[in-house]
């Protein structure tokens, strides 16, 4: 005797359904994994911004440190600032004026052209390296008036060090570079054989250092 074709949709539905069931299950778990995963990834990914952020923030330290290893010494940068300047000739040689001199006479109240520029040429330095020289700032023109604002200021001093201005009497004044092992100064001086040099002094030769 032979079975009705009708006879199997029920087994073959009921498989059928709860074949579905269990798909729903399975999909619901899936999406209560996808869901509760999301803050997790969320937060991971805060942390790992904040992580860079501080590893950042430490390389930008670094790197200031790096530049200026004494974290105030304006010396240091002014320094680096006047050596960036070494080979600058006066145009015609002799003139005590040029288009990179002008630009010195510029951190200078009062500057003008064909004067002796050692003096415009520190101020400037310090200038650029954001430690303007004088009591408002302004600058200072003369070596004696540097020496005078130095004193006047507790900047005075007769120990040489990278950074320092050196000066020589009222005539002269420089920033000192290195002092080297045979108790010389190397120097960078301005209004120096018609230009920006790089110069040997002995302490010797000079009348006090002054700390920016």
């Not at 029920?10 to 359904?17: G, Q, R, Y």
């Not at 190397?186 to 006090?208: F, H, K």
Request: charged residues 10%.
């Amino acid at each position: 005797m032979s079975t009705p074709a009708d006879a199997v949709i029920p087994a073959s539905f009921t498989d059928a359904l709860s074949r579905m069931q269990q798909l729903e299950a399975m999909v619901g778990q899936l999406s209560n994994q996808t869901f509760s995963a999301a803050p997790t990834a969320s937060a991971a990914v805060a942390q790992s911004a904040t992580t860079f952020q501080q590893a950042l923030s430490a390389a930008t330290a670094s790197q200031v440190g790096a530049v200026n290893p004494a974290g105030t010494n304006a010396g240091l940068t002014a320094l680096q600032v006047a050596e960036t300047q070494v080979g600058v000739t006066e145009q015609p040689p002799g003139s005590n004026n040029g288009p990179q001199i002008a630009q010195y006479r510029t951190a200078t109240q009062g500057a003008y052209a064909g004067a002796p520029w050692c003096a415009y040429f520190v101020s400037w330095c310090a200038r650029e390296a954001g430690a303007p020289i004088g009591d408002q700032g302004q600058g200072l023109g003369s070596v004696a008036e540097i020496t005078d604002w130095a004193r006047s200021t507790g900047r005075l001093t007769q120990t040489p060090a990278p950074g320092e201005l050196i000066l020589f009497g009222t005539e002269h004044v420089g920033i000192v570079k290195s002092v080297n092992a045979d108790g010389s100064l190397t120097t960078v001086e301005g209004n120096a054989s018609n230009g920006v040099r790089e110069e040997t002094r002995w302490p010797s030769e000079a009348t006090g250092y002054v700390t920016l």
